[in-house]
């Protein structure tokens, strides 16, 4: 069993910054496949994809934040991390981190993902 802690949450103003850190219980690195991502979920929307990334460090991002989002995997802290630039109002969710070992399919389907953190609130006010 993975145990997911997210971290870095808060309230900011639009246009400002936020990084979000996944912490895992288990070093996600020795194993031989996997992907981590990100998503979110608004109140009354449904859970979305937000970013991806594979062992071999192969990105996916929603078309929403490209360009502003950057995901990464620390293999020495054993995180998974997020950097949320220009943020918008939009970008106002519930944030979550998730990790399927074995699969290396970078995706942004939730139904794909087996170990789900319990979420860090972001809120961003205009």
């Known amino acids: 069993q993975v145990q997911l802690v997210e971290s870095g949450g808060g309230s900011v103003q639009a246009g400002g910054s936020l990084r979000l850190s996944c912490a895992a219980s288990?070093?996600?690195?020795?194993?031989?496949?996997?992907?981590m991502a990100w998503f979110r979920q608004a109140p009354g929307m449904e859970r979305e994809g937000v970013a991806s990334?594979?062992?071999?460090?192969?990105?996916t991002y929603a078309d929403a934040v490209k360009g502003r989002f950057t995901i990464s995997q620390d293999n020495a802290k054993n995180t998974l991390d997020l950097q949320m630039n220009s943020l918008k109002a939009d970008d106002t969710a519930m944030y979550y981190c998730?990790?399927?070992?074995?699969?290396?399919?970078?995706?942004?389907?939730?139904?794909?993902?087996?170990?789900w953190g319990q979420g860090t609130q972001v809120t961003v006010s205009s």
């Open positions: 990334i594979n062992r071999l460090k192969r990105t």
């Open positions: 998730a990790l399927i070992p074995g699969w290396s399919g970078a995706s942004l389907n939730s139904r794909a993902y087996v170990y």
């Open positions: 288990t070093e996600i690195y020795m194993y031989k496949d996997y992907s």
